[in-house]
């Protein structure tokens, strides 16, 4: 082999390798629509997520206990009978079958004036009144963040709940719904108290949150028990995120001052409906008789 030759075969030696492709495929940008199609059925995953989990079993003995559930065959007679009247205006708002159509009539939130009312007792029960329609399914969500009746009653104390997504953008929505053994009801617990519950309930955060918890896919309904309206400044601003707001107002107990007061914070509330509860006026003297009466906005039992 002559000079040259052995020169030639030695830069041959010195050339480097070509590039070895990469054993994972680079993800292509993906076009705007592609990316929506994938958050949505990302969303349906995790949304579906709970529907793997074990049934949280609800003990309706430590909800009567916890005075959550009426006891007695008359009386529960009587309360479905009268949660059937109440739950049917807010069916039609919902589904767009109402006077107008509201915005996130899905959303329902229970609330009172004052303290003592029974609003977490109406809350339940509208929870699970509503769960027995065929066309629904109810997500109940613990949000009196300083009383926590529900999440107590449930023995969900430690879980994760709705202040720990609000917190936390890191964790989805749908971690914190817990799937009952109640046909069609979900369950949110209240999860980590945190200072600025206000401050997190008027956030954007927290409307991301309420659009995860609605299941837009899905024809559920949104059941809030928040804190009294005059008790609190969150459940003020709670309320602006609901379509539909429903005002516990306790008879004989509840002045008409400390109602209006109420009334005037929910202002800007698309619908508020009143319900007159533990009422003692027989059937036979008032249609809303036992536990509730649904009143239009800004009427009352009594007035003209």
């Known amino acids: 082999m002559s000079i040259v030759e052995k020169a030639v075969e030695k830069l041959k030696t010195l050339q480097p390798e070509p590039p070895v492709s990469p054993l994972v495929d680079v993800e292509e940008p993906a076009h705007p629509a592609s990316t929506i199609e994938r958050l949505s059925g990302r969303a349906r995953t995790v949304d579906q997520s709970a529907e793997t989990t074990p049934l949280w079993h609800v003990d309706q003995g430590a909800l009567e206990r916890a005075g959550l559930l009426p006891t007695g065959d008359e009386s529960n007679d009587r309360l479905a009978d009268e949660l059937r009247r109440v739950k049917r205006p ?4 919902a589904i767009g079958k109402g006077a107008k159509v509201l915005a996130h009539a899905e959303r329902i939130v229970v609330t009172s004036a004052l303290p003592g009312e029974g609003k977490t007792f109406t809350a339940v029960n509208l929870a699970l009144s509503l769960a027995r329609e065929l066309d629904f399914e109810v997500l109940l969500v613990d949000g009196d963040i300083p009383k926590s009746h529900i999440t107590r009653a449930l023995g969900l104390d430690g879980q994760l709940g709705l202040m720990d997504v609000l917190v936390d953008e890191r964790r989805q929505p749908a971690e914190v719904i817990v799937r009952t053994d109640v046909p069609n009801l979900l369950v949110v617990p209240v999860g980590k108290r945190h200072p600025l519950t206000a401050e997190l309930f008027s956030s954007l955060r927290m409307e991301q949150v309420l659009e995860e918890l609605g299941g837009r896919h899905l024809r559920r309904l949104v059941v809030f028990d928040s804190s009294p309206l005059l008790a609190t400044s969150e459940s003020q601003v709670l309320a602006s995120h609901m379509g539909q707001v429903v ?9 008409q001052h ?11 509330s698309p619908y508020v409906g009143l319900i007159l ?8 003297e008032n249609y809303y008789y036992s536990y509730y009466g649904l ?10």
């Open 277 to 284: 509860n533990m009422s003692c006026l027989p059937a036979s």
């Open 90 to 93: 807010l069916m039609d708002n």
């Open 258 to 268: 400390a109602v209006h007061s109420a009334l005037q914070s929910l202002n800007g």
């Open 247 to 255: 005002m516990v107002v306790a008879a004989s107990q509840t002045g």
């Open 295 to 304: 009143y239009p906005r800004g009427r009352l039992a009594g007035e003209a």
